[in-house]
């Protein structure tokens, strides 16, 4: 009998690895419960604990460790779409338990959306949820925005056999310039990164008068750039400096993680002289600014207040956080526009954050260029070049290929709101803000109101998109092809 | 002194020879003038080709003939660029000498509407035009259906060495095999097949019943895929039949006239072997039936209504013609949603019609399911395959391009749209609608509104975005780069 290619012994296995890990950030919440005497909190995290962690033994067990072997692409792909499913799928169980959230599809949409870092929420009362419920939320983001299985790489030596595809699949370190020629030593860098991160914003959150639980919660949810907070009105009733703190970590949640470790380091001109970094600053200024002078009036000519609240939303929307210091909808008729076509842009590589990403815009951009001066002048050659160094033409067909199948997932979920029966504002904004992991879009998903009022196909539709957006649609989508299980 | 590469004298003298060929056109306005009595019409039509026949006379002068060199690329994008600003701008003669249209930026908008055979109109009374200009109105989308440079190429001779890059840069041979091995001989085809089909239609609506002014006027805004009528209700009051046979006509226009070509020689496999063709035939059939199924409510459960009202305005929005056989947008709330994304279609290469074309898709499509493939089995090679024949990558890496600079154009014209105070669905309808050369679009633009109310910046806005849709955005946009200047 023919062997499979794909060993599924293997690929429930690192499943199962993935939920332990998950079950284990469960029993987090229970602290959290003890230090606010909400005893319901005990069970219902230790009963959700002792669920996904006995799946995840159960799924372990059925490979022998020491037979690992390096993941196979497709092997990769299915374990990384699986991971995902089934965390989300787990991670609904706090809800459901405590009855916080009743329904099941509210429960998945709103798991889904932490996991992935999209920060659409179906809850209308935010406030009306126990803390220990909050920090779970807030914690799904923190897990998600780096990656559970670029986490189990940096703590399980075993895995690092198995690790590149698995890495890549998950998109963690895609367009991640090696920080290490070891593979766990990068994963290790990268959560260290993004540990010292979300520690400064806590420091600085709880210095400015932010209470240290809120203060957690919104750095898990700024660094992951996820978008939940712990207030029905997200930032809104925040003092002007923790706006602008939180505007800066959301910036920095934002950038590649490589180059916080060359900041690090003091080598601080491969930041500056990085193509994608400069697009990003740039972009990030001159939005903010056309629409400071939009909605300077809206704000009684108060230019500060009208400079913060434009930094707040562009960086927010285009690191793809989701938080919101001032409801966008209200401002003069263009603005909301503006903030539309924000959310396509997306963050850069090798952040946590989502979106077509600006380095793909930049080399995109310059192969417009490119074939516009070919035109004009068929005899020269004109190579693309990308950081100073020229970029291989397959590389630009693939980035060509990925903006255009970014654009038909677009399209196509477009088609399925509007047909579902959902106005064509909010059909768009819908699909574009959780395939590009954002939260909130404009209609009737704005960012005051919630996707609790969605169809149940909506919600469930919207949460595979999530999915599809945070592991760069490829992952998910090739595991649907007949091809992927072909030799 | 170095002499410029680009012969300006050559230019000028062919934009000459085009306007020569438009003012001979506007005399056709004068019989029938005479024939309904409408006075005025003499001196308005004798007096526009007067005006135009002299600035082409006066350009055409500035270049010996005899000197004739073969166009080049840069020089072919200038002519062509400027020959349609040229002939759009004279071709507002006629509405500005009766004083039919008085506002300038409307007759502008009018007239670039017909030669890019966009077909959306600034009149909110059509009926209230005189015979003549209704006829220059139909005429200059039958002039511009075709190209008229393909005109010139196809009756001066002594421009046959001129040929190839400017038929290209005028996009009405792209994707033509070529009929001949002689480019004039191609022309000729093209515009002999052009005209049959114009007279077979002009014969079948006259059999039909209706008027021969009305039969003539709609067949050219038909083969052309224009769109403009003669009544202020488009093609809402006409017989069923009537409506079946304009559908069919449509839909012939859309074709690639190669097709057509074969068709008359008998060749009917070559037809329906053609990839383009069949996507076409199918997306067409499928999305009348879709649509049908959506409105047989609406249409009291009567199939061959619902039916007939569905494939008329999928066909008509699929070839960009943009005639209207009810208004769509009182359909139940999602069928406006798919009449949207038929927009993005649009016909096939070597048509009249516009938009992104259905073969770039059927290419981008093998594409995006290549490079799923590839992911999946990276050991084997997938070619891309077009009509039983491989595509080159660089072919493939043009289409791609293509696709990404309409969507960016598209995208660009509905952030302006959007700032200067439209709301959403206007600004992107009226986008994608001129861009494609289609004609009504949603909001405020629909299919029984006209876009008369739309403030002044928009509306040269529009008539440049047709003009760039038309001439397929790369000729008319490359004149604006620096490097097309230098050598």
Known sequence: MMKSFINYRFVLHTLGVTLIFESLFMLLGIPVAAFYGETQGYAVMFESFLVTGIIGVLLSGLYNRKAMH????????????LSWLFISLLGTLPYQISGGIPRFVD??????SGFTTTGSSILSDIEALPKYLLFWRALTHWIGGMGIIVLVIAIMPYFKVAGTHLMIAEGSIGGVERLSPRLIETAKRLWFIYIVLTILEIIWLTVLGMDLFDSVCHSFATIATGGFGTKNDSIISYSPAIQYVITLFMFLSGMNFALHYFGFKGKLKQVFQNDEFRAYFWIVIISSLLLTVIILGYYSNDVEMAFRQSIFQVVSIMTCTGFASADYLLWPHNAPGIIFFLMFVGACVGSTGGGIKISRYVI??????????????PACIYTIKYNGKPVEMSIVRSIMTFALIYIGTFTVGTFLMVASGLDFATSSSSIITTLGGI??????????????GLPVFDKFYLAFNMILGRLEIITVLTIFTPSFYRY
């Not at 390096?70 to 779409?81: D, G, M, N, T």
């Not at 429960?107 to 889904?112: G, I």
């Not at 995109?364 to 002048?377: D, E, H, L, P």
């Open 70 to 81: 390096e993941a196979k692409k497709q092997e990769s792909f299915l374990i990384v779409s």
């Open 364 to 377: 995109i951009f310059r192969r417009i260029r490119q074939s516009f001066r070919r035109i004009a002048n």
């Open 439 to 452: 939260g909130p879009g404009l209609g009737l998903v704005g960012p005051v109101f919630n996707f609790g």
């Open 107 to 112: 429960a998945f949409f709103e798991s889904v």
